[in-house]
């Protein structure tokens, strides 16, 4: 393995009060960058980062910011940081990613990194906090580093659906002018602002964790079908008692030419008063599928699903609809749902809008219609 340029962060001031003495701005936060890296480090500022003592971990909580340099050859789209204290620790290890890029060669552009991390007091010497590169992607969907986090596929979906989303303003820009791509920008807020919102908490086997336990039952699921996804859920069901679903059992068939490595599952949850909500999506493998094309498999097999809203509040499963998210191929290829399907479907009121879609609704609102204009000039 090749040997890590260590630059360590002198600029910035750290807050003082309850913080521990340790936490020394010239040598506890350390930024390792392989020295091929196509992303150089200009300076850093670790504002009011700091790290408290509680019990006998150490609370360390970051407030800094970096300002990289695309050194390579090619557009930078995508780059994810990896933040550790102690890997094996947990609340350890955290990740930064900043998709939407469009980073030109010899660009500067700016990472903000605001985490909270913890480590023991006894965990030795040396820096308390390393953030390394994890990978960067290009236009072309290149790819650029370890890739311990999965951060190459976490990207080039981001990227899949940036291409999407700015092919279809684009399109409407195109064919009905200025005003037609204002009504988009307007219709994409309206939905962000009225998008229920869910949240889902994944865990892997055990028994159920609520009293509702005892009313469980089996129940089936229904599937929304995508034309051109690759996967096809057949039938599935699983233990709902309460606002928990265990054990899902979902049968898929790959439908492609190509091997399957990964695939998610994105759950519409309907509770005992009828309210939609999507439920997120989550991965229905964890790197031990391989499905060859034509044959079938099963996917969630020993997981436990719980949902709730505002801030904790458990929503009573009424009934779960599921759909194909993502799906990754064996050569490192990404499909996701086109905008078509989401429209047909209806699960383009309900999805959480890609990043770019957000970003280029962000402009609007900022700087106005000209400027998104502009923006998709660009690409």
């Known amino acids: 393995m090749c040997s890590k340029l260590a630059v360590l962060i002198f600029a ?22 392989p020295p091929d890296s196509p992303v150089t480090l200009l300076k850093s500022d670790i504002g009011e980062s700091r790290a408290t003592p509680r019990g006998s971990a150490m609370v360390i909580d970051l407030h800094m910011s970096l300002s990289l340099r695309n050194s390579g050859a090619r557009n930078i789209r995508g780059v994810t940081l990896l933040v550790t204290t102690q890997e094996m620790t947990p609340g350890g290890k955290a990740s930064v990613a900043v998709p939407s890029l469009n980073v030109a060669p010899g660009q500067a552009f700016p990472i903000r990194i605001d985490l909270r991390l913890l480590r023991p007091l006894q965990a030795g010497g040396g820096p308390l906090v390393q953030v390394g590169l994890d990978g960067v992607l290009f236009d072309g969907f290149g ?19 940036a291409e999407r989303d700015r092919r279809h303003f684009r399109y409407v820009f195109a064919a009905s002018g200025a005003e037609g791509l204002r009504r988009e920008m307007l219709d994409s807020l309206t939905r962000q602002a009225e998008r229920p919102r869910i949240d889902v908490r994944v865990s892997r086997g055990g028994p159920a964790v609520n009293s509702a336990a005892a009313n469980e039952r089996m129940e089936q699921f229904a599937f929304l079908k995508i034309p051109d996804s690759p996967i096809e859920a057949v039938d599935g069901f699983a233990a709902v008692a309460g606002n928990e679903a265990r054990t899902p059992r979902i049968r898929v068939v790959n439908r492609s030419p190509r091997p399957v490595r990964y695939l998610e599952i994105g759950w519409i949850v309907k509770d005992t008063e009828g309210h939609e909500f999507l439920a997120g999506s989550v991965p229905a493998s964890e790197g031990d599928l391989l499905l060859p094309p034509g044959q079938t498999g099963r996917a969630l097999q020993d997981t436990a699903l719980r949902f709730s809203r505002n801030a904790g509040e458990p929503v009573s499963i009424a009934s779960m609809t599921g759909f194909v998210s993502q799906v990754e191929f064996a050569d490192g290829r990404v499909w996701v749902p086109n905008r078509a399907a989401l429209q047909s479907s209806g699960l383009l009121r309900v999805v959480v809008p890609s990043p770019e879609e957000q970003r280029l609704v962000d402009l609007y609102r900022t700087k106005g219609l000209n400027a998104v204009i502009e923006e998709l000039r660009k690409f």
């Open 12 to 33: 910035g001031a750290v807050a003082v009060g309850a913080q521990d003495a340790s936490f020394d701005p010239h040598s506890s936060i350390q930024i390792n960058l």
């Open 143 to 161: 790819f650029y580093g370890q890739n311990r986090l999965n951060s190459r596929r976490a990207m080039t979906v981001w990227e899949m659906e």
